[in-house]
């Protein structure tokens, strides 16, 4: 058994699916469907709940990246699917403290990534390089705080840029969803379907331009392109529907209320026991609610409570943050803060 403390890692499965999701899959999983068709209705509703122009499922947030460069690439009806990798490459744009291990999931195309420094002149002279794309990669494990993203948009717009925004983990809020697109005027913006979403591990979302998701769709399996092992399956469609109706419909202030007090709890808990402890905000992903930081001393004793709660029954999954543990009530299911408390003082009475 695993207590999750730490966050919606893939490592650990990604996230728990609520009842309506499992229900979903599991009436699709004794379902014959036509699949192209699941594949266009699936990306209507949700596009539909979220009020962008169009959707697609993928899977996941890294394939989302693969198959939105694809279709820009190509265009929306690409005369061959037989493409990749580039003979004559092109280029994406990104801020050089944004560059990470999902770069290859664009670059196995067969483009490049040219990096530039934190400031408009340079995002300027990269704009004026022809660009395929900007690619910006949200939450606070990537910051470029010289320059917003709103104008980011605006100068690429500026030049007939589009704009990707990578948001894999940037739910809650829920109304991310909408507010990179519709409210800040991303072109596209990839989600992981298997984070707050609660949806099916394997499944990820593209949300924004029609023109761009039907180049997603083009790439994407059941077609032999790019995407076809890319294979979202049909109870993954269910799944990430009946996923995204339970997200707009649960109380999100309620939810994050609840974390907050989690959090509380766990401070108060910590400094009884003569733990140095406090509130870090936002999540390390930037998501709207704490975690609790549970000073050790040094990056060693937090690697060695860590690795002891890991070693526990059940094991009580955490994340080391500078010299701190960071407790994060994300994952935690009702009735299992005391679990993840406990483990903790344990693992600093071992050590």
């Given at each position: ?15 728990i699916m ?65 493409v ?60 470029v ?53 609660g ?72 400094r ?52 701190a ?27």
């Amino acid at each position: 058994m695993i207590v999750n403390a730490a966050a919606t890692l893939t490592a650990l499965g990604g996230s728990i699916m609520p009842a309506p999701v499992v229900a979903a899959m599991l009436h699709a999983a004794q379902s014959w469907v036509d699949l192209p068709h699941a594949y266009d209705e699936a990306g209507a509703r949700i596009a539909a709940l979220t009020g962008n122009e169009a959707a697609a499922v993928t899977t996941g947030a890294a394939a989302g990246l693969t198959l939105t460069v694809a279709s820009l690439l190509t265009g929306p009806e690409p005369p061959s699917l037989e493409v990749f990798p580039l003979v004559q490459p092109r280029h994406l744009v990104m801020f050089r403290g944004q560059r990470n291990g999902y770069d290859y999931a664009m670059r196995l195309l067969g483009v490049r990534i040219d990096d530039v420094a934190h400031d408009e002149m340079a995002l300027d002279r990269a704009l004026a390089s022809d660009p395929l794309a900007v690619v910006w990669f949200a939450g606070t494990q990537y910051p470029v705080t010289e320059v917003s993203l709103q104008r980011v948009i605006e100068r690429a717009h500026a030049g007939n840029v589009p704009v990707i925004v990578d948001a894999a983990a940037q739910i809650p809020p829920v109304a991310s969803m909408w507010d990179f697109t519709r409210g800040l005027g991303a072109d596209v913006v990839v989600f992981s379907g298997g984070k707050g979403l609660g949806g099916p591990q394997d499944s990820g979302l593209v949300l924004g331009r029609r023109d761009i998701v039907r180049g997603v769709r083009a790439h994407a399996a059941p077609h032999q392109g790019i995407g076809r092992g890319m294979k979202v399956t049909k109870e993954s469609l269910a799944g990430i529907v009946a996923a995204v109706e339970h997200a707009l419909s649960i109380d999100e202030p309620a939810v994050l209320a609840r974390y907050e007090s989690v959090v509380t709890a766990w401070i108060d808990q910590a400094r009884a026991a003569g733990l140095p402890a406090d509130r870090g905000f936002p999540s390390e992903a930037g998501q709207p609610h704490s975690r609790a930081l549970v000073g050790l001393g040094s990056v060693t004793r937090a690697t060695e409570v860590r690795d002891a709660m890991w070693r526990q029954e059940p094991r009580v999954a955490v994340l080391v943050a500078g010299s701190a543990v960071a407790l994060n009530p994300q994952p935690v299911r009702p009735g299992e803060e005391d679990v993840v408390i406990a483990a903790l003082l344990r693992a600093c009475d071992i050590m």
